[in-house]
């Protein structure tokens, strides 16, 4: 496989999720970028905005062995991991798997819950790997966490830690469909009650697993040149030299960054990385892992706003 056939396999997805779908493409392109580059997205938006049956299409047009969780206040660590049980006929510990072994986990409004079960989700999406008493579980060299949130303003939500934030790839915004799209969306889903089944409108497979493995290996060898190199570096300093940011982005981000720049640049059919790549995913690869100052907070400032200007400001290689 090579940059062309990535490219060939993104329109495919497109194609089919749009089936279902109306709308949230640069979710899908994040979504799409996020996978190759192995890794999570957190998408934010009020409710009905199609966050949960994107996930649902994505995970059916890849073949992707698909699982949910509904995060609530009470949710434990061990329903989301699993744990070991007494079996009193055999009197051995039987491990029964929690949802968490799937390959694309929906963790549906995640900051329902409080910190201690947020955690639990940590040493799997960084390492893809669950630990139960001491015993390690690989998880599938696939698995995606989608997580939806409400907007943190809503009653009944807890902010995630930052340690967990660190770990999306990406954090996307949805917002409102516009008029056009909302009609469409009412002309399509309008018959029914309650959440269709992407299959009943047409949603095929766009690629197998084995596709999806080459693909992958291709992004591995995307070139990256110094002075892309520099410029993400750049951005990420960027962040934590600015007075209207308290604490910026890790150095674990501009990793991520650079390999999502690489995972971009094959979807459009390049073998290279362009500054272009970089400034498209710097700010939803960004606005999660920074703090505002107390004062830029008084002042009425905005993460997505101060980003947006380093953009600005950071001069690109030419």
């Given at each position: 496989m090579n940059v062309s056939d990535v490219k060939d396999l993104a329109e495919r997805m497109r194609r089919e999720i749009?089936?279902?779908?109306?709308?949230?493409?640069?979710?899908?392109?994040l979504m799409l970028t996020a996978l190759l580059a192995g890794g999570h997205v957190l998408l934010e938006g009020p409710p009905g905005t199609a966050k949960t049956f994107l996930a649902q299409c994505?995970?059916?047009?890849?073949?992707?062995?698909?699982?949910?969780?509904?995060?609530?206040?009470?949710?434990?660590?061990?329903?989301?991991?699993?744990s070991n049980l007494f079996n009193f006929q055999t009197s051995t510990f039987t491990l029964t798997r929690g949802p968490i072994f799937c390959e694309l986990l929906l963790?549906?409004?995640?900051?329902?819950?409080?910190?201690?079960?947020?955690?639990?989700?940590?040493?799997a999406m960084q390492e893809r790997n669950v630990t139960i008493d001491g015993?390690?579980?690989?998880?599938s060299e696939r698995f995606m966490v989608v997580a939806t949130q409400n907007p943190i303003e809503q009653?009944?939500?807890?902010?995630?830690?930052?340690?967990?934030l660190d770990r999306f790839l990406f954090k996307q915004t949805l917002k409102y469909p516009s008029a056009e799209e909302e009609r469409l969306i009412v002309s399509t889903h309008g018959v029914r009650t309650g959440s269709p089944d992407p299959g009943d409108l047409g949603v095929g497979l766009a690629a197998d697993r084995a596709a999806l493995t080459a693909a992958v290996q291709v992004i591995r060898d995307i070139r990256l040149v110094p002075d892309i190199v520099a410029y993400v570096v750049g951005l990420v300093r960027a962040t934590r030299?600015?007075?209207d940011i308290e604490t910026g982005a890790s150095p674990r981000s501009a990793a991520m960054l650079a390999t999502a720049a690489r995972a971009r640049a094959a979807l459009q059919g390049r073998d290279y990385v362009i500054p272009d790549d970089v400034k498209a995913l710097a700010l939803p690869a960004l606005r999660h892992r920074v703090i505002l100052s107390p004062a830029a907070e008084i002042e009425g400032r905005q993460v997505d706003q101060i980003i947006q200007g380093l953009i600005e400001r950071v001069e690109a290689p030419r």
């Open positions: 749009g089936k279902a779908v109306i709308g949230q493409y640069d979710t899908v392109e994505f995970a059916r047009a890849l073949d992707l062995q698909f699982g949910r969780i509904q995060f609530t206040p009470d949710l434990m660590p061990g329903d989301i991991i699993g963790a549906d409004e995640i900051n329902r819950t409080p910190p201690k079960t947020q955690a639990a989700l940590l040493e015993h390690p579980n690989p998880l009653q009944g939500t807890y902010p995630l830690p930052e340690a967990q030299e600015t007075p």
